[in-house]
């Protein structure tokens, strides 16, 4: 029957919403090959129709029903890889420009190839913005509640100084209220501590 196989990878994709699943190029492959005997098919019938006309036998509603199978089983395919490169999207913001080994196995070709570009992209992007090497846009994925938050100094840092001019001493078990964008850093670093309330 037509597009059974496209409809087998669309259910596929369905069942594997949360992960990414192997990519399935002998599915791929096959519906590539039946799209292709359905076009040369068509092809036939599109010449044999001129022949028979005159026998008033119409071949017309057999090669739309074709053309119909086409179309749908590029739709299919069209849908599997645009899932599947969203995914991907989605993970390079998630995990950062290297995936985990898991998930790099279960890509073709193709897909590492796109992701690289799309990491290089995406890094040329940050770098132009701002000053001093660019913006991270991966630190909050969510905005901040508040743009002042309360840090614990962990370790004896020495002198800080601010965006500001100002000046702070940071000694072990500090507390300060500082512009969240002064700490994501040296929270990053280990110097301070988050203190949620």
């Known amino acids: 029957m037509f597009c059974d196989k496209a409809h087998t990878l669309i259910k596929e994709l369905d069942r594997n919403r949360d992960i990414l699943s192997p990519y ?16 040369e098919q068509n092809q036939i019938d599109a010449q044999t129709n001129e022949s028979r006309n ?4 119409s071949l017309i509603p057999t090669i739309r029903v074709r053309h119909a199978a086409i179309h749908r089983n590029l739709r299919c395919i069209l849908a599997y890889h645009y899932n ?3 995914s991907l999207r989605t993970m390079r ?3 950062g420009s290297i995936l985990p080994v898991e998930i790099k196995a279960n890509l073709s070709t193709a897909e590492s190839n796109w992701f690289a570009k799309y990491s290089s992209m995406l890094a040329k992007y940050m770098r132009s913005l701002g000053e001093d090497g660019g913006v991270n846009l991966g630190i909050d994925m969510r905005p901040p ?6 840090v614990r100094c962990m370790v004896d840092y020495g002198r800080f100084e601010l965006s500001d001019g100002s000046v702070l001493l940071l000694k072990k078990n ?9 700490c994501e850093e040296l929270i ?7 203190i949620v309330n």
């Open 24 to 39: 399935n190029n002998d599915l791929v492959t096959e519906i590539g090959k039946e799209i292709t005997t359905l076009i």
């Open 54 to 57: 005159s026998a008033g036998v």
């Open 84 to 86: 599947r490169l969203n």
């Open 93 to 95: 913001w998630e995990f």
């Open 145 to 150: 509640k508040a743009l002042y938050i309360e």
């Open 174 to 182: 500090s507390r300060h209220y500082l512009p969240r964008c002064e």
């Open 188 to 194: 990053r670093q280990g110097v301070f501590q988050h």
